[in-house]
């Protein structure tokens, strides 16, 4: 049998072991009361996380919502660029064509002006001047001279509004023909007009002149009295001045008459270009 020393042993020992057993119980009992705190802890961060994901959700569909709406406020004022643009554009043409219109029918005014009436003084200016501005750019100027065939059966045949409305349609013709810029024709004489040609050799300068006595031919104005032709014809005289000195208007214009005389000889429609002044 145990001895008492030997029970006090075993009691102190079982003391021990009930001790442990409580103090470990006390302890699993505050681990997992710590784990379900900890548990609840994440419970409540994973809450938050998926309120924070529905939150971002929300917002990427916000976001995805105004970029759509940006692109399309974007694609509209790229549109009214656009037309804004071709509308520009439109007003240019517009404009450029006005301004063609202005600037013909100032040259078509210009023109009548210069046709309604003789004048040989502003001719001879506006040759003077180009052959001025010729000297200094070492370019020909060309200088033709027409006038209109059988004077006296002209004269017989249209009254003197009859004329002024047969010459008006001449010089009209003429005009039509002249389409480079700088080139100038005026009317200097009764039934005699001139034209200045820039940066024109002779050749060019007869070729023109074909054309003119071609178009006023074409007219069909009325000549039965003439002996060789039934309508108004011109003649024209061709000369050319070359860069080598300043030449005065009057050997210019001398020249030129001395062509047309050349081409009146020939008959009625001639064409007469005298040798290049050297």
Same mark, same amino acid.
């Given at each position: 049998?145990?001895?008492?020393?030997?029970?006090?042993?075993?009691?102190?020992?079982?003391?021990?072991?009930?001790? #442990?057993?409580?103090?470990?119980?006390?302890?699993?009992?505050?681990?997992?009361?710590?784990?379900?705190?900890?548990?609840?802890?994440?419970?409540?961060?994973?809450?938050?996380?998926?309120?924070?994901m529905?939150?971002?959700?929300?917002?990427?569909?916000?976001?995805?919502?105004?970029?759509?709406?940006?692109?399309?406020?974007?694609?509209?004022?790229?549109?009214?660029?656009?037309?804004?643009? *071709?509308?520009?554009? !439109?007003?240019?043409?517009?404009?450029?064509?006005?301004?063609?219109?202005?600037?013909?029918?100032?040259?078509?005014?210009?023109?009548?002006?210069? =046709?309604?009436?003789?004048?040989?003084k502003?001719?001879? #200016?506006?040759?003077?001047?180009?052959i001025?501005?010729?000297?200094?750019?070492?370019?020909?100027?060309?200088?033709?001279?027409?006038?209109?065939?059988?004077?006296?059966? =002209?004269?017989a045949?249209?009254?003197?509004?009859?004329?002024?409305?047969?010459?008006?349609?001449?010089?009209? #013709?003429?005009?039509?023909?002249?389409?480079?810029a700088?080139?100038?024709?005026?009317?200097?004489?009764?039934?005699?007009?001139?034209?200045?040609?820039?940066?024109?050799?002779?050749?060019?300068?007869? !070729? =023109?002149?074909?054309?003119?006595?071609?178009?006023? *031919?074409?007219?069909?104005?009325?000549?039965?009295?003439?002996?060789? *032709?039934?309508?108004?014809?011109?003649?024209?005289?061709?000369?050319?001045?070359?860069?080598?000195?300043?030449?005065?208007?009057?050997?210019?214009?001398?020249?030129?008459?001395?062509?047309? !005389?050349? #081409?009146?000889?020939?008959?009625?429609?001639?064409?007469?270009?005298?040798?290049?002044?050297?």
């Amino acid at each position: 049998m145990p001895t008492i020393k030997e029970e006090q042993i075993m009691t102190i020992l079982m003391s021990l072991i009930a001790l #442990a057993a409580v103090a470990l119980a006390v302890w699993l009992f505050l681990e997992l009361r710590k784990a379900k705190v900890q548990l609840l802890e994440h419970q409540s961060h994973l809450t938050a996380a998926r309120d924070n994901m529905s939150a971002l959700q929300v917002a990427r569909s916000e976001l995805k919502e105004k970029l759509a709406d940006s692109e399309f406020h974007l694609k509209k004022a790229h549109q009214q660029n656009q037309a804004a643009k *071709t509308k520009l554009a !439109q007003l240019q043409k517009h404009a450029e064509r006005s301004q063609d219109e202005l600037d013909a029918k100032d040259a078509e005014a210009k023109r009548a002006d210069a =046709f309604s009436r003789p004048d040989m003084k502003g001719f001879t #200016a506006r040759l003077d001047d180009e052959i001025k501005r010729a000297l200094r750019s070492k370019k020909k100027v060309t200088v033709l001279v027409g006038e209109v065939d059988h004077r006296r059966a =002209f004269d017989a045949q249209y009254d003197e509004d009859g004329r002024e409305k047969a010459l008006a349609a001449m010089l009209e #013709a003429v005009g039509d023909v002249l389409r480079r810029a700088g080139d100038y024709a005026a009317r200097v004489d009764e039934t005699r007009f001139a034209i200045v040609m820039p940066e024109a050799d002779g050749s060019i300068g007869r !070729q =023109f002149a074909d054309r003119i006595r071609k178009a006023i *031919t074409s007219l069909c104005l009325p000549l039965p009295s003439a002996p060789d *032709t039934d309508r108004v014809t011109v003649s024209i005289g061709v000369t050319t001045v070359p860069p080598t000195r300043l030449y005065d208007t009057t050997t210019v214009l001398r020249r030129a008459e001395k062509a047309l !005389q050349a #081409a009146q000889q020939k008959g009625h429609s001639q064409i007469a270009r005298t040798v290049d002044a050297a």
